[in-house]
């Protein structure tokens, strides 16, 4: 059966219901562009997507050397053949008008163009000159979310074994990095125990700060499938904002900013005091029951409610409902990771699932789930705060096995500290103590907190700053030295999904001009500087995608994210594959520890810990007397309040996040004319309590100021949670007349208002607890907010705004086959 579906004003588009334990039917979604039909269309290149971290397995459409639509994968265990609208719309991009295609450096204050020659001698000469005079601590490298693995792992060869420093984040800080510490914390190692399949067969699931109809549509197309079916599962949500999936949940708990692990601590209470506990498991596979039982003992609803101003028969009703459920999911994300207990917060959540025992079998488990499409491959390639492989730099076993897989003496690797996280790095470079600074794939002068403080960073005399990127992007107006990079479409790459799956994306059509895939820069980089091995050999031998994926696949070996029974051909003809995948196993895994926690044992372990509160190390002596047996720990955290509390001066608590058409800075999406005309502009969130209070109506100009900015749009009156605004964070000045910064009337980048502070474990700034007021510019005059009518932003009042639209056709084919077996 084929369709055709508006997929700006139906985003998921058309339902196909399945039961439990049935596999999800397959529907393919395709987008051409007008005038192009399938007959048209040369070949289809194989890749996966990259404006969301769910990873839709699809293929790109090719005609005269130019990309003209994409189609999903009907095969891919990911997503059934099923696209997003970012998926659908999104690839348009890379055929922007101003795509960088030449290289750009900076000459008596402009930016000039010139030829790659000039601009990497440039860039080696200034990292030859800090090298000899100040040391490898001066040079530091911010990347993305959003390359390829083979590049992050030679940008951490480069970074650790090259140049010696120990200054390499990626964005990824900034999103999901509470990911990767909450699942160390528990299980001693990252990778997520889950899987997308689990939504086949839960009972219930449960989502911690979760927009996943806006974050990760395709798998929220799943779950609307799941809930269409016979036997639905039951939904669990927590976030302050009526969200897609808020509107479906049989309980939906909406806290004050900042209270999640009083909730949590909480449900807790109610799993332990009801007995709703498997204690065969939590004897045999966790240590810390005791103590955790004993944090949470004065935790009631009753308490729990005052804090959270939640009402207390409804946390006790989500309670029941978690300790009843037969197979139990948990997905967890930013409204928990943005916080200033993120890691303690997102540990409970994993202490649920090891109370219920519900873990390693079908249905059952948690995904502490990622926000970028190859944020799991900083984290596994060690460009993300970690050595690769998920070694423990603490451990001088692991330092050495790196050590011996790179050829060089471990002593060369730079191991006396943690490597430095992104908001430290940004910190030293303020100071001075980094001098040069690469930043490759990402827009820190629009996504990191207090903007006017980052322009200053990274406006400084003294910073070299080198920008690889697309386009002239508000960070790149301020790069000494611009490198205009290929994107996906235009290379060959992998890249790992938020539930392990890896894809293989290959190159459809070349770049434009003289722009060039990260990876080759990367290797001419490391070339030019002549970085060697202990046998004087080249430090990096690889020289394309498919050797340098090799490369990784010996770093990889025998380690938990083991890639070794992987290759470019295999994932191009079999389709995405779960990691740990080996030669013994080479169908991959589809989920972690279904025979006990693996990776936990002091010697194995990625790391020993910090403390929950604090931030404080766990030594190697203190873990090894906690966890000898190597089993998941089930770490208690007390609350405590947000740093920034409302106050007179500024009454309202300041919540940012996302919206389901735009990603990240807009750098792709606002070139998207589908994408930018569904949500072209900021906006303010406001409960209509509030709006009432402070004299403000639908579609007013209002400005939104905490202690170190302001921001002004339009007002949308929807039903978040009284005393709290909701600001989305993707707009900034590239596409206004000021280019870089705000406007002397006021700004649009909702980071001109975040603070500069942190989880102090994951080191995840906090996006969403501070404190703002609330004033009226302009009364609308029959202006109208824009900001989109499907979503969380939706109005309270369905009459006081257009529906949202996608200002030009948006007709999307979906082709639905239903298997046998599979008709509810």
């Given at each position: 059966m084929r369709t055709e579906v508006d997929r700006i004003a139906e985003p998921w588009g058309e339902r196909t219901p399945y039961g439990p334990h049935s596999q999800w039917p397959a529907?393919?979604?395709?987008?051409?562009?007008?005038?192009?039909?399938?007959?048209?269309?040369?070949?289809?290149?194989?890749?996966?997507?990259?404006?969301?971290?769910?990873?839709?397995?699809?293929?790109?459409?090719?005609?005269?050397?130019?990309?003209?639509?994409?189609?999903?994968?009907?095969?891919?265990?990911?997503?059934?053949?099923?696209?997003?609208?970012?998926d659908l719309?999104?690839?348009?991009?890379?055929?922007?008008?101003?795509?960088?295609?030449?290289?750009?450096?900076?000459?008596?204050?402009?930016?000039?163009?010139?030829?790659w020659d000039t601009a990497m001698a440039e860039i080696v000469r200034r990292s030859r000159r800090l090298l000899h005079e100040v040391g490898p601590g001066s040079l530091g490298f911010y990347t993305s979310g959003q390359l390829f693995l083979e590049e992050y792992y030679t940008l951490a060869v480069i970074a650790r074994a090259g140049l010696g420093t120990n200054h390499l984040d990626g964005n990824t800080r900034l999103c999901t990095a509470t990911a990767a510490e909450a699942?160390?914390?528990?299980?001693?190692?990252?990778?997520?125990?889950?899987?997308?399949?689990?939504?086949?067969?839960?009972?219930?699931?449960?989502?911690?700060?979760?927009?996943?109809?806006?974050?990760q549509p395709v798998l929220w197309m799943r779950v609307l499938d799941r809930l269409a079916g016979s036997n639905p599962p039951r939904l669990v949500c927590v976030d302050p904002r009526p969200t897609p999936a808020a509107r479906h949940a049989s309980v939906h708990l909406a806290p004050r900013a900042g209270t999640n692990v009083a909730l949590l601590n909480a449900l807790l209470h109610e799993i332990i005091r009801a007995d709703r506990i498997d204690h065969e498991f939590v004897d045999t596979h966790t240590v810390g029951f005791d103590e955790l039982a004993e944090s949470v003992a004065g935790c009631t609803p009753d308490w729990a409610a005052r804090i959270c101003d939640v009402p207390a028969r409804e946390i006790a009703e989500a309670a029941e409902v978690l300790?009843?459920?037969?197979?139990?999911?948990?997905?967890?994300?930013?409204?928990?990771?943005q916080s200033h207990q993120a890691t303690a917060a997102a540990c409970q959540v994993n202490n649920l699932q090891l109370l219920r025992g519900m873990l390693g079998r079908s249905g059952c488990g948690v995904l502490q789930m990622n926000g970028q499409p190859t944020a799991q491959n900083t984290r596994e390639c060690g460009a993300n705060g970690d050595l690769p492989g998920f070694r423990n730099w603490e451990n001088d076993s692991h330092v050495a096995d790196l050590a011996r897989v790179w050829n060089v003496e471990p002593s060369r690797i730079p191991h006396y500290a943690p490597p430095t996280p992104a908001m430290q790095i940004f910190r030293y470079a303020e100071q001075g103590s980094i001098q040069m600074l690469w930043i490759s794939g990402?827009?820190?002068?629009?996504?990191?907190?207090?903007?006017?403080?980052?322009?200053?960073?990274?406006?400084?005399?003294?910073?070299?700053?080198?920008?690889?990127?697309?386009?002239?992007?508000?960070?790149?107006?301020?790069?000494?030295?611009?490198?205009?990079?290929?994107?996906?479409?235009?290379?060959?790459?992998?890249?790992?999904?938020?539930?392990?799956?890896?894809?293989?994306?290959d190159k459809a059509v070349d770049p434009p001009g003289d722009a060039r895939p990260d990876l080759d820069i990367l290797l001419d980089y490391a070339r030019r500087m002549d970085f060697r091995d202990r046998d004087d050999r080249p430090l990096i031998a690889w020289h394309d995608a498919e050797s340098a994926f090799d490369a990784w696949k010996e770093c990889s070996r025998g380690r938990p994210c083991d890639y070794t029974g992987l290759t470019h051909e295999r994932l191009r003809n079999a389709g995405g594959i779960q990691w740990p995948c080996t030669p013994d196993n080479p169908e991959g895994t589809e989920r972690l520890y279904t025979d006990g926690v693996t990776w936990a044992a002091p010697d194995v372990c990625e790391t020993y810990g910090r403390d929950l509160v604090t931030g404080a190390s766990v030594s190697e002596t203190e873990y090894r007397a906690l966890n000898p047996d190597g089993r998941a720990v089930l770490k208690a955290a007390e609350y405590l309040p947000p740093h920034e509390a409302t106050?007179?001066?500024?009454?309202?608590?300041?919540?940012?996040?996302?919206?389901?058409?735009?990603?990240?800075?807009?750098?792709?999406?606002?070139?998207?004319?589908?994408?930018?005309?569904?949500?072209?502009?900021?906006?303010?969130?406001?409960?209509?309590?509030?709006?009432?209070?402070?004299?403000?109506?639908e579609g007013d100009l209002v400005e939104v100021t905490s202690p170190r900015g302001s921001i002004r749009g339009r007002l949308r009156i929807t039903e978040i949670r009284d005393g709290m605004v909701f600001l989305p964070f993707h707009y900034g000045y590239w596409d206004t007349p000021e280019g870089d910064h705000p406007a002397k009337d006021g700004g649009r980048a909702a980071n001109e208002t975040t603070v500069t502070d942190w989880d102090p474990v994951s080191k995840q700034p906090l996006f969403k607890t501070a404190a703002c007021r609330l004033t009226l510019v302009e009364r609308s005059a029959g202006a109208v907010c824009l900001a989109p009518t499907t979503t969380a932003s939706a109005p309270a009042d369905p009459g006081t705004t257009p529906p949202t639209t996608g200002g030009r056709p948006a007709m999307a084919h979906q082709t639905v086959t239903l298997q046998e077996g599979n008709r509810s």
């Open positions: 529907r393919v979604d395709s987008f051409l562009e007008p005038g192009v039909t399938a007959d048209m269309v040369e070949r289809w290149v194989q890749t996966a997507s990259v404006l969301h971290s769910n990873g839709d397995a699809m293929d790109i459409a090719v005609a005269d050397g130019r990309i003209v639509g994409v189609r999903g994968r009907a095969l891919d265990r990911v997503n059934r053949g099923r696209l997003g609208p970012k719309f999104g690839w348009q991009a890379n055929r922007s008008s101003d795509r960088l295609t030449t290289p750009l450096v900076r000459r008596d204050g402009r930016l000039v163009a010139c030829d699942l160390k914390e528990t299980f001693g190692c990252d990778g997520q125990p889950a899987s997308y399949t689990d939504v086949d067969h839960a009972d219930t699931i449960a989502l911690f700060g979760h927009n996943v109809a806006e974050t300790g009843g459920a037969d197979r139990l999911l948990s997905t967890v994300l930013q409204g928990v990771y990402t827009n820190p002068a629009v996504s990191l907190p207090e903007l006017p403080r980052i322009r200053g960073i990274l406006g400084q005399e003294r910073l070299f700053t080198i920008v690889q990127d697309l386009y002239l992007t508000e960070t790149a107006q301020l790069a000494d030295v611009v490198l205009p990079a290929a994107t996906w479409g235009e290379k060959t790459g992998t890249f790992t999904n938020a539930d392990r799956t890896v894809h293989l994306s106050d007179d001066e500024y009454p309202l608590q300041l919540n940012t996040g996302r919206t389901l058409y735009q990603f990240h800075t807009r750098t792709k999406t606002g070139r998207t004319p589908q994408l930018n005309a569904a949500a072209p502009e900021v906006w303010v969130e406001l409960s209509a309590g509030e709006a009432r209070r402070h004299g403000v109506e």
